[in-house]
C-alpha cells in the first residue's frame, strides 16, 4: 500500500508519539535502541526516500535529488527540471534512479550527479535497482499497462520484457530485483498476485494468486511474505492468511493464521529480515512471527489507528514510523518497549515525510512547520 494513498492520520502530524510499554526496569535496562546519528539537509518539499549501506537519497515534489553517504556528508544535490510529478526514486551501489512522471527513468550516476541514461516507460509506477544472477547491475521498472521491463543498469538498454495480466486497473504495484529472480507484485480487482522472474531472460518462474486483499508483499534474498485478508465470515474478524514463500520456486516454506481487530482489513504492511517478519494491521496491531518457522513471537496493541504505517527491522529494534511524526519501537526477540532520546516527544516542527531502513540504520526524511527539509538517520545500539 503507498504511503501516501491515505492521510487519515493528520493528527499525528502535530506531535511525535513515541510508544512505551510497560516492562520489566531489568530486561529494559539490556533492550536495544535507536541513538541519534546525525541529521543533514534534505530536499525541497520532500517526498520519497531510498537507503543502502552507502546511505540514502532524498527525493522531492519538485525534482530535488539529494544524496547523502552513510556518515551524513552531503554527496551531491540537483534539480530535475521539469514541471511534472516525480517518484519514487531507487538506489544501487553505483546509480541514482528517479521515475518522472509515470513516464520514464532518468539514471545519474550515484558518485558525482552526472546523467546516465533515459528511459522512456509509459505509466511507470515502481522501480528497483538490484543485481542479478550475473552480478551486474539492473533497474527493474512496473508499469500501469501490465507490462515489467528490465534495464540494463550501465546502459539503460533493456535487458527483457514481460507482461501480466491486470483486472481493470492497477490498485498498487512494487518490483524487486533478487539475484535469480525479479519479484513482482500487484493488486487489483481480482485481488493481489505475485510472479517471479528469471532475471536472465524474463521467462515467468512462478506465481500465485490472491482472490482476496492483501498487504504489501515483503522480498527478501530468500523469500516472499504476503498476509492475505479472508473473511471466513461476515460476522467475524477479518483473518490473515500469512504465507510464506521460497522466492526461488515459490513453495510454501509455512503458512499461519492471524485474527485481526480491524472490521475491514487486517494486513496494511509487511516486513521481512533475519531477525524476524512484522506484521501491521489497520487497527495498529503489531505481529512478529519467527522467520523459519512462523510461529508468533509476540503481538503488540499500540492503540495507533496505522493507515500508513511503514515497518523496518533495524538492527534488533522493531520500527514503525507513520506519515506525520509517529515513530514506535520495540525488541525484535520480545516485544518490549523501547524508548529513545533520538525524538524529541515534545517536538511540533517536523513531521515524517517517508523512512528507509538499512542494516542498523533508520533514515527519516522530515519536512519542519519553519526551516528547511532534512534526512535524519537514527543508529541501532545498545540502551
Same mark, same amino acid.
Not at 62 to 90: H, K, N, Q, S
Not at 195 to 217: I, K, L, V
Given at each position: 500500500?503507498?504511503?501516501?494513498?491515505?492521510?487519515?492520520?493528520?493528527?499525528?502530524?502535530?506531535?511525535?508519539?513515541? =510508544? %512505551?510499554?510497560? +516492562?520489566?526496569?531489568?530486561?529494559?535496562?539490556?533492550?536495544?535502541?535507536? @541513538?541519534?546519528?546525525?541529521?543533514?539537509?534534505?530536499?525541497?518539499?520532500?517526498?520519497?526516500?531510498?537507503?543502502?549501506?552507502?546511505?540514502?537519497?532524498?527525493?522531492?515534489?519538485?525534482?530535488?535529488?539529494?544524496?547523502? #553517504?552513510?556518515?551524513?556528508?552531503?554527496?551531491?544535490?540537483?534539480?530535475?527540471?521539469? #514541471?511534472?510529478?516525480?517518484?519514487?526514486?531507487?538506489?544501487?551501489?553505483?546509480?541514482?534512479?528517479?521515475?518522472? #512522471?509515470?513516464?520514464?527513468?532518468?539514471?545519474?550516476?550515484?558518485? *558525482?550527479?552526472? +546523467?546516465?541514461?533515459?528511459?522512456?516507460?509509459?505509466?511507470?509506477?515502481?522501480?528497483?535497482?538490484?543485481?542479478?544472477?550475473?552480478?551486474?547491475?539492473? %533497474?527493474?521498472?512496473?508499469?500501469?499497462?501490465?507490462?515489467?521491463?528490465?534495464? @540494463?543498469?550501465?546502459?539503460? !538498454?533493456?535487458?527483457?520484457?514481460?507482461?501480466?495480466?491486470?483486472?481493470?486497473?492497477?490498485?498498487?504495484?512494487? !518490483?524487486?530485483? =533478487?539475484?535469480?529472480?525479479?519479484?513482482?507484485?500487484?493488486?487489483?480487482?481480482?485481488?493481489?498476485? =505475485?510472479?517471479?522472474?528469471?532475471?536472465?531472460?524474463?521467462?515467468?518462474?512462478?506465481?500465485?494468486?490472491?482472490?482476496? *486483499?492483501?498487504?504489501?508483499?515483503?522480498?527478501?534474498?530468500?523469500?516472499?511474505?504476503?498476509?492475505?485478508?479472508?473473511?471466513?465470515?461476515?460476522?467475524?474478524?477479518?483473518?490473515?492468511?500469512?504465507?510464506?514463500?521460497?522466492?526461488?520456486?515459490?513453495?510454501?516454506?509455512?503458512?499461519?493464521?492471524?485474527?485481526?481487530?480491524?472490521?475491514?482489513? *487486517? +494486513?496494511?504492511?509487511?516486513?521481512?529480515?533475519?531477525?524476524?517478519?512484522?506484521?501491521? #494491521?489497520?487497527?495498529?496491531?503489531?505481529?512478529?512471527?519467527?522467520?523459519?518457522?512462523?510461529?508468533?513471537?509476540?503481538?503488540?496493541?499500540? +492503540?495507533? %489507528?496505522?493507515?500508513?504505517?511503514?515497518?523496518?527491522?533495524?538492527?534488533?529494534?522493531?520500527?514503525?514510523?507513520?506519515?506525520?511524526?509517529?515513530?514506535?519501537?520495540?525488541?525484535?526477540? @520480545?516485544?518490549?518497549?523501547?524508548?529513545?532520546?533520538?525524538?524529541?516527544?515534545?517536538?511540533?516542527?517536523?513531521?515524517?515525510?517517508?523512512?528507509?531502513?538499512?542494516? @542498523?540504520?533508520?533514515?527519516?526524511?522530515?519536512?519542519?512547520?519553519?526551516?528547511?527539509?532534512?534526512?535524519?538517520?537514527?543508529?541501532?545500539?545498545?540502551?
Amino acid at each position: 500500500m503507498s504511503a501516501h494513498l491515505h492521510r487519515f492520520g493528520t493528527f499525528l502530524t502535530l506531535f511525535v508519539v513515541v =510508544v %512505551v510499554l510497560a +516492562g520489566h526496569p531489568a530486561a529494559r535496562a539490556a533492550e536495544p535502541t535507536l @541513538d541519534e546519528g546525525w541529521q543533514s539537509s534534505g530536499p525541497i518539499e520532500p517526498q520519497s526516500l531510498a537507503a543502502d549501506a552507502q546511505g540514502a537519497v532524498g527525493l522531492g515534489r519538485t525534482g530535488e535529488v539529494v544524496v547523502v #553517504d552513510a556518515a551524513g556528508l552531503e554527496r551531491w544535490r540537483r534539480t530535475i527540471v521539469a #514541471d511534472v510529478d516525480f517518484g519514487p526514486v531507487a538506489i544501487g551501489a553505483d546509480l541514482v534512479v528517479v521515475t518522472v #512522471d509515470d513516464e520514464g527513468l532518468i539514471a545519474f550516476e550515484r558518485a *558525482s550527479s552526472e +546523467g546516465r541514461w533515459e528511459h522512456l516507460a509509459a505509466g511507470a509506477r515502481d522501480v528497483a535497482v538490484g543485481a542479478t544472477s550475473d552480478g551486474t547491475s539492473a %533497474v527493474a521498472v512496473v508499469s500501469d499497462l501490465g507490462v515489467l521491463e528490465l534495464v @540494463d543498469g550501465a546502459t539503460g !538498454t533493456v535487458r527483457w520484457t514481460a507482461a501480466f495480466p491486470i483486472a481493470d486497473a492497477i490498485i498498487a504495484a512494487r !518490483t524487486w530485483v =533478487v539475484g535469480e529472480r525479479v519479484v513482482l507484485f500487484w493488486t487489483d480487482d481480482a485481488g493481489a498476485h =505475485v510472479r517471479a522472474f528469471t532475471s536472465d531472460g524474463g521467462s515467468e518462474s512462478w506465481g500465485s494468486d490472491f482472490p482476496e *486483499s492483501s498487504s504489501m508483499a515483503a522480498v527478501s534474498d530468500e523469500s516472499v511474505t504476503i498476509a492475505e485478508n479472508l473473511r471466513i465470515d461476515r460476522r467475524e474478524r477479518v483473518v490473515t492468511e500469512i504465507r510464506h514463500l521460497a522466492v526461488l520456486d515459490g513453495s510454501e516454506l509455512w503458512a499461519r493464521r492471524s485474527r485481526s481487530r480491524s472490521p475491514y482489513s *487486517s +494486513g496494511l504492511e509487511t516486513v521481512a529480515a533475519p531477525q524476524g517478519i512484522a506484521l501491521v #494491521d489497520l487497527a495498529g496491531k503489531v505481529t512478529v512471527l519467527d522467520p523459519s518457522t512462523g510461529k508468533v513471537r509476540w503481538k503488540m496493541a499500540t +492503540g495507533l %489507528v496505522q493507515f500508513e504505517a511503514e515497518p523496518h527491522v533495524v538492527g534488533e529494534v522493531f520500527a514503525m514510523t507513520t506519515y506525520g511524526t509517529g515513530i514506535m519501537l520495540a525488541n525484535m526477540a @520480545d516485544g518490549d518497549a523501547i524508548s529513545t532520546d533520538a525524538l524529541d516527544p515534545t517536538q511540533t516542527a517536523a513531521t515524517i515525510e517517508a523512512s528507509a531502513a538499512a542494516g @542498523d540504520h533508520l533514515y527519516l526524511l522530515v519536512s519542519r512547520l519553519w526551516g528547511d527539509p532534512e534526512i535524519w538517520m537514527l543508529q541501532a545500539g545498545p540502551a
